[in-house]
């Protein structure tokens, strides 16, 4: 079985900064790719960032120069780091994971259950 982890949405002035966590565990080799994705009420889920195994970063546009992805290897861990956020970047914000499963013997997708980030002017 394979867990992800969220934490560190809340509420926070336009303006302001917020940090998410992610941790994946379970029957998992290092996950190929780690990253955030959100989905606001009406709307369909939007890439946010995404990091591979090598370093390398994707961003959507509308967060570029105020969100920055990193992961921590020997944790499973994924981070977003939000600065200067704006009203809409209110949204749940959901950890997914492309990884190994060791167990199923299959490279599959994991997300986390989101976490609310509510920019407020």
């Known amino acids: 079985q394979v867990q992800v982890v969220e934490s560190g949405g809340g509420l926070v002035q336009a303006g302001g900064s917020l940090r998410l966590s992610c941790t994946v565990s379970?029957?998992?080799?290092?996950?190929?790719?780690m990253g955030w994705y959100r989905q606001a009420p009406g709307k369909q889920r939007e890439l946010v960032a995404t990091?591979?195994?090598?370093?390398?970063?994707n961003y959507a546009d509308s967060v570029k120069g105020r969100f920055t992805i990193s992961r921590d290897d020997a944790k499973n861990a994924v981070y977003l780091q939000m600065n200067s956020l704006k009203l809409e970047d209110t949204s749940v914000y959901y950890c997914y994971a492309l990884a190994f499963n060791f167990r199923l013997k299959q490279q599959s997708d994991y997300w986390g259950q989101g976490t609310q980030v509510t920019v407020s002017s």
């Open positions: 990091i591979t195994r090598g370093g390398s970063t």
């Open positions: 379970g029957s998992i080799f290092s996950p190929n790719t």
